[in-house]
């Protein structure tokens, strides 16, 4: 006689298994997909950073790259979202007329940035002006990312030992 199905043992053991594995593997994944945020977003403000630099050089003019808040200020703290604006007058806030050129989205819940300075200018050049900047990016749980814009106007990023609360 052919038999065809599970048991009811079997099936209790297959379910014991699939438990097991799920307990394993779904903290790694949730730590896996943690990880690839904080890397997609240090891409994305490199990518931003080099941009301006970039377009600082090709326009001739500074151009200036901030955290905003919700009121759309540049801060140190609490930013919401990177922009990059063309600042005519180089006060390191975006004036009405002055163009800006960029906007990230806003930043996931759980992720901070924080900077050593309010704005970063980007001259004609595309040195920075004032001294080297850096910029934290927190994903909490995950290692601090320094992304480190030296005087000569690069960028370059690195990840730290220290966790993020």
Not at 81 to 101: C, K, V, Y
Not at 106 to 115: A, I, M, N
């Amino acid at each position: 006689m052919l038999q065809r199905g599970f048991t009811l043992l079997e099936l209790l053991v297959s379910m014991a298994l699939l438990t097991i594995l799920l307990g394993v593997g779904l903290p790694s994944l949730q730590s896996l997909l943690t990880d690839n945020r904080a890397r997609f977003e240090q891409e994305r403000i490199l990518k931003i950073l080099t941009a301006a630099r970039l377009q600082a050089i090709s326009d001739r003019q500074t151009i200036t790259v901030c955290t905003v808040n919700a009121d759309n200020l540049c801060v140190t703290h609490g930013g919401q979202a990177l922009i990059m604006f063309s600042d005519d007058n180089g006060d390191a806030t975006q004036d009405p007329g002055e163009a800006r050129l960029m906007a990230s989205p806003g930043f996931s819940d759980g992720l901070s940035l924080t900077s050593s300075r309010t704005a970063i200018n980007f001259a004609p050049d595309g040195t920075t002006l004032g001294s080297n900047a850096t910029l934290q990016l927190c994903v909490s749980g995950q290692p601090r990312i320094d992304l480190v814009i030296s005087m000569s106007g690069r960028a370059q990023s690195s990840t730290q030992s220290t966790l993020c609360p």
